[in-house]
């Protein structure tokens, strides 16, 4: 093989590189929430191509990626992204578009291979610091939020003591042991200074 045929083979071996879709940088512009099940952004690659004398080309906006929701059957962490976060977009070997449209195995959709079109969005990167979060640490679980927090299940179980700074407000009864809160009785009624029995 002559120089110039190496030269030659090395430039097509690098053009062919650069022409893969390869993990990137994105910035999501859009968010489409899929009502209750997982959903689709829009992202925006945030790292620029460039043409040989170093002028930035700036990548086009990625419609309809699907995003990551950490999730196992009916049992899921749900904090959906929000436009301007910034993740990472992992890039197929080939066309996903039949399976995501019916997420079950599929033959691919097309002929193309490792395209940007065919891509999944994990976000969580370069964020700021957020105002909402659960921290887990060897020290304990710390839930940190400024609006309110709800719970909603059919029974809950607490076995700890619990420390309440503020008000406690139940819109049924509270019970302790087996003295209600709500009909709970008094012995020893009297006028006067006297003191009533324990409730009952």
Not at 74 to 89: F, N, Q, R, S
Not at 164 to 183: F, M, Y
Request: with cysteine; hydrophobic share 40%; net charge negative.
């Amino acid at each position: 093989m002559t120089d110039h045929t190496a030269v030659f083979a090395k430039g097509m071996v690098q053009q062919a590189i650069s022409a893969l879709g390869t993990n990137v940088l994105v910035k999501v512009s859009a968010v489409h929430a899929g009502n209750g099940i997982v959903g689709t952004v829009d992202v925006t690659p945030m790292v620029h191509q460039q043409t040989s004398d170093g002028t930035a080309v700036p990548h086009g906006t990625i419609y309809g990626v699907p995003y990551l929701r950490i999730q196992g059957g009916a049992c899921a962490v749900i904090v959906d992204p929000v436009a301007g976060d910034i993740g990472y977009i992992i890039i197929s070997g080939r066309d996903q578009s039949n399976v995501v449209a019916t997420q079950a195995p599929a033959l691919p959709g097309s002929f193309r291979q490792h395209s940007m079109a065919d891509c999944v969005y994990v976000g969580g990167f370069l964020n700021a610091a957020p105002a909402h979060y659960v921290q887990i640490t060897t020290d304990g679980v710390r839930i940190v939020t400024t609006g309110k927090v709800t719970v909603q299940a059919s029974e809950m179980d607490v076995n700890c003591n619990l420390n309440v700074t503020g008000t406690i407000k139940a819109t049924g009864d509270v019970q302790a042991g087996s003295v209600s809160l709500e009909s709970h009785v008094h012995g020893g009624v009297q006028s006067g200074s006297g003191k009533t029995s324990a409730p009952e």
